[in-house]
């Protein structure tokens, strides 16, 4: 099985190339190894999301920082694929309750009024990873929609948590936990646009 077979095969996301096609594709049948694999990328995409979180910038007015967790958070569901990406975000999640200091700015806990972002990033990676097994991270165009879906699920589930935790309106919530992130996250779309189409490139070409 080549590369670009490999690359061509419906239903494959990026991370059914590691830690090769071939064995990518033996891999498939379910056993022991196919298990390790899952397990690290499981835990893989939890650690870049918990570093990603750590790039915080504080935003006046509002409780809810600007982070690259939400970047991080759908990157790995587009490349994990929906399962994968969906458990990844889950042991982040469970474990920054735990105790485990990788929310955003080195906290943890399920106390602050933004964990309904978190919640929402569960929810958000499952769909843009099920959406990329159906091809939607090998165009540009494609891509940016599948972010900014991921992104309207994060603050379908965000926004209206940070105004009950917060004891916010509606207005108020949307103001400080959406208006000033709408820069960004298009900023990230059109990242993700170039980021996930070039690397599909790039594998068929290997």
């Known amino acids: 099985m ?5 690359t061509a095969r419906p239903g494959a996301v990026l991370a059914d190339l590691l830690p090769s096609p071939r064995l990518s594709a033996s891999l498939e049948q379910g056993g022991a190894p196919a298990r390790v694999r899952d397990a690290a990328l499981v835990l893989g995409g939890a650690v870049l999301t918990g570093l990603a979180a750590q790039l915080s910038v504080p935003v006046p007015g509002s409780p809810v920082p600007v982070t690259g967790q939400t970047f991080a958070a759908l990157l790995v569901g587009t490349s994990l694929g929906a399962r994968r990406g969906f458990l ?22 399920g106390g602050a009024v933004s964990f309904g972002y978190i919640l929402g990033m569960l929810l958000a990676s499952a769909a843009v990873g099920a959406l990329a097994r159906r091809g939607a ?5 494609r ?3 599948t972010m900014l879906l991921g992104e309207a699920i994060i603050y379908a589930i965000g926004v209206p948590y940070l105004a009950l935790a917060a004891h916010m309106s509606a207005s108020q919530a949307i103001a400080a936990g959406l208006t000033p992130f709408l820069i960004g996250d298009a900023l990230k779309a059109a990242l993700a646009m170039g980021l996930l189409p070039t690397a599909w490139k790039l594998a068929g070409k290997r």
Do not use: E, N
């Not at 080549?2 to 490999?6: C, D, G, P």
């Not at 982040?92 to 943890?108: E, K, N, Q």
């Open 2 to 6: 080549s590369t670009a077979t490999a």
């Open 143 to 145: 891509m940016a929609g």
């Open 88 to 109: 990844s975000l889950a042991l982040y999640a469970l474990a920054g309750v735990a105790g485990v200091p990788w929310f955003a700015g080195g906290t943890s806990g």
């Open 137 to 141: 991270d090998r165009s540009p165009l």
